[in-house]
């Protein structure tokens, strides 16, 4: 069964940095795209950022493009998400997704993916 955990999120003042962290137990996880979604309360998921399975591959979100960076280290089984000069719109529950046997990711979520539990972020004045 694969797992998925994040770690990472906190709270932090505007123009503050965080680091989140997707640990997954999966043998395959080179070829597994991934990706971070977020929900804030009273809205829809929203696609943050996504990765290949080599890493080289990424994508990102309008509202995350420029401050965010996706990253992986496929020896340590685990994705990062970098984001700097965090904002109050990015105060949300962020979690992590991996597809397995399937290197690329893209915008959107599947049913066959696997998701972590969530991590949150709170962005404040």
């Known amino acids: 069964q694969v797992q998925l955990v994040e770690s990472g999120g906190g709270l932090v003042q505007v123009g503050g940095s965080l680091r989140l962290s997707c640990t997954a137990s999966i043998p395959a996880f080179d070829k597994s795209g991934m990706a971070w979604f977020r929900q804030a309360p009273g809205k829809e998921r929203e696609f943050v950022s996504s990765?290949?399975?080599?890493?080289?591959?990424?994508l990102y979100g309008e509202s995350v493009r420029g401050r965010f960076t996706i990253s992986r280290d496929n020896a340590k089984n685990t994705m990062y998400l970098q984001m700097n000069n965090l904002k109050l719109e990015d105060t949300a529950l962020y979690y992590c997704?991996?597809?397995?046997?399937?290197?690329?990711?893209?915008?959107?979520?599947?049913?066959?993916?696997?998701w972590g539990q969530g991590t949150q972020v709170t962005v404040s004045s």
């Open positions: 990765i290949s399975g080599t890493g080289v591959g990424t």
């Open positions: 997704a991996l597809r397995p046997d399937n290197g690329w990711y893209g915008y959107s979520a599947s049913g066959s993916d696997y």
